[in-house]
């Protein structure tokens, strides 16, 4: 992974910027998945034992995921939008 990502920003004239927002916003996206897997099993009681998640943690937890989705759909949608030359704001 490194060597690949040291060979796309070794490109002559790309433009670094837009590589650092594409990496940010990849990242962006794949953070729900790995919010989900980890509200799963910090929730398993075999995995956890007695420090597994109460009810007030789960709460948070699915909030915070579900903030993180929202904020995922916003960024898709403004994505989208400014690729049909549409500007939010």
């Given at each position: ?49 007695r420090h ?38």
């Amino acid at each position: 992974m490194l060597v690949a990502g040291a060979v796309i920003v070794l490109l002559p004239g790309l433009d670094l910027f837009a590589v650092i927002l594409a990496s940010q916003n990849l990242q962006g996206l794949l953070l729900p998945i790995v919010l989900i897997f980890m509200v799963v099993l910090v929730n398993d009681e075999r995995l956890m034992g007695r420090h597994r998640n109460g009810w007030r943690a789960n709460v948070i937890a699915w909030v915070s995921v579900g903030l993180v989705v929202l904020l995922d759909v916003v960024l898709l949608a403004v994505t989208v939008l400014g690729a049909f030359g549409v500007s939010i704001g």
